[in-house]
């Protein structure tokens, strides 16, 4: 198949860690060498955000990249970009004009915007992965919440106008249903993990404590890092090891933010803000933690988790979103309430104090990868989705 992938804002070129980069970028990447492997034709198209860069780049893994030069070439945050999406779109309808796509598969609202937008003429089939949805988003953060105002109109536009919907995880599929979308028309295929790079065996970090809790993440309030600050005092011989942020954390209000909020709960010396960690090193970090926390107030997938399972550690995380189909509680970890550190200082003690049930659930969370996330498995199980819509067929439902 010739498959045109669409990520307006999360090119599979960009750097992990970086404004507006991270789980997405590594989620197209991965996900179109996957399905590079199988043996279709994939092209990613994403917006030109820098001047100089071709407008074509062939990747290691087969798959081309395209820069579509919509709005400035430069730098723009993804909740400013809606109104450089009507150029995109006509960008794609021209593209497509020359060499058709047999799918289209639109990641996040705005590229499942211009996807739509560009195929009413020739009919071609739309999958579209949300990633995150504006509902969610608006519920937890409030008046905080920078999106456009059009964004849960559109998601819902977006959503009745598609092919079909590959949901990340069951608490994304309850939310579609809620904002009217059909059920026929969505499959669970959750984001994978990367085994090669992401295993028991290779280096381990060093480190200056008995215990280690690692956890990784861009540097915003919902990632829960206070939480894991406020609990540390009830956890004793153990550093924080924050991962996540821009390379020039002291330039970073919310990195001295964490930093006085670890010292006003006497925790100071064992809360390490390590700023951005090249993804080539991430496997090494996770080893070297007793256990990895993963505590947001929500999160639609979350792929770090995977990443700690993936390299055999047990893991804790808030008993959220995406996170409580990826983690089985009292199997590969422990799910805890979000924004409460007693409860979640109970969970890493339990791991932490306790080595077998450590290593059982780390065994247990590899061995969970290894048989539902790994990114052949999840290039397969959207193989299966793209094929169904070609055909024009319904959707069944798949878990």
């Given at each position: 198949m010739r498959i045109a992938m669409v990520s307006e804002h999360a090119s599979p070129l960009a750097a992990l860690g970086g404004a507006d980069a991270g789980g997405q970028n590594v989620h197209v990447a991965a996900l179109a060498a996957g399905l590079t492997r199988r043996g279709h034709e994939v092209v990613v198209y994403t917006r030109r955000d820098a001047r100089g860069l071709q407008q074509r780049v062939d990747t290691p893994d087969g798959y081309t990249v395209v820069h579509v030069p919509a709005g400035p070439a430069k730098h723009v945050p993804k909740?400013?970009?809606?109104?450089?999406?009507?150029?995109?779109?006509?960008?794609?309808?021209?593209?497509?004009q020359d060499v058709r796509p047999d799918v289209v598969h639109s990641h996040f609202w705005m590229s499942g915007l211009a996807s739509v937008l560009a195929v009413r003429r020739d009919h071609i089939p739309v999958v579209h992965t949300y990633h995150a949805l504006g509902t969610v988003k608006r519920r937890y953060q409030g008046a905080q919440d920078t999106s456009p105002h059009e964004r849960i109109t559109m998601e819902r536009l977006v959503g009745h106008e598609v092919d079909a919907i590959a949901a990340t995880?069951?608490?994304?599929?309850?939310?579609?249903?809620?904002?009217?979308?059909?059920?026929?028309?969505?499959?669970?295929?959750?984001?994978?993990?990367?085994?090669?790079?992401?295993?028991?065996?290779?280096?381990?970090?060093?480190?200056?404590?008995?215990?280690?809790?690692?956890?990784?993440?861009?540097?915003?309030?919902?990632?829960?890092?206070?939480?894991?600050?406020?609990?540390?005092?009830?956890?004793?011989?153990?550093?924080?090891?924050?991962?996540?942020?821009?390379?020039?954390?002291?330039?970073?209000?919310?990195?001295?933010?964490?930093?006085?909020?670890?010292?006003?709960?006497?925790?100071?010396?064992?809360?390490?803000?390590?700023?951005?960690?090249?993804?080539?090193?991430?496997?090494?970090?996770?080893?070297?933690?007793?256990?990895?926390?993963?505590?947001?107030?929500?999160?639609?997938?979350?792929?770090?988790?995977?990443?700690?399972?993936?390299?055999?550690?047990?893991?804790?995380?808030?008993?959220?979103?995406?996170?409580?189909?990826?983690?089985?509680?009292?199997?590969?970890?422990?799910?805890?309430?979000?924004?409460?550190?007693?409860?979640?200082?109970?969970?890493?003690?339990?791991?932490?104090?306790?080595?077998?049930?450590?290593?059982?659930?780390?065994?247990?969370g590899q061995d969970r990868v290894d048989a539902r996330y790994t990114w052949d498995e999840v290039a397969a199980r959207t193989e299966l989705i793209y094929r169904r819509v070609r055909i024009g067929g319904g959707l069944a439902v798949a878990q």
């Open positions: 909740d400013e970009l809606l109104p450089h999406m009507t150029d995109f779109s006509r960008f794609l309808m021209k593209d497509w995880c069951d608490d994304e599929v309850d939310e579609l249903i809620v904002m009217g979308l059909r059920r026929r028309k969505i499959t669970v295929v959750p984001c994978g993990v990367d085994t090669k790079l992401f295993s028991p065996a290779g280096p381990v970090a060093g480190r200056s404590a008995p215990h280690r809790i690692v956890s990784v993440g861009r540097l915003v309030r919902r990632k829960g890092f206070d939480d894991l600050i406020a609990a540390l005092p009830l956890v004793p011989d153990t550093e924080l090891v924050i991962a996540g942020g821009p390379p020039d954390l002291k330039s970073d209000p919310e990195a001295q933010r964490l930093l006085a909020f670890a010292e006003s709960h006497g925790v100071s010396d064992r809360v390490h803000l390590v700023g951005q960690v090249p993804r080539t090193d991430m496997p090494a970090l996770l080893r070297s933690a007793d256990v990895v926390a993963c505590v947001p107030w929500y999160e639609p997938f979350g792929i770090v988790p995977l990443e700690a399972m993936a390299c055999g550690v047990p893991v804790v995380a808030s008993a959220v979103g995406g996170l409580t189909d990826t983690v089985v509680n009292g199997v590969t970890g422990l799910l805890t309430p979000p924004r409460e550190p007693r409860s979640l200082a109970r969970a890493l003690r339990k791991v932490i104090g306790d080595p077998s049930r450590g290593m059982a659930y780390g065994i247990a």
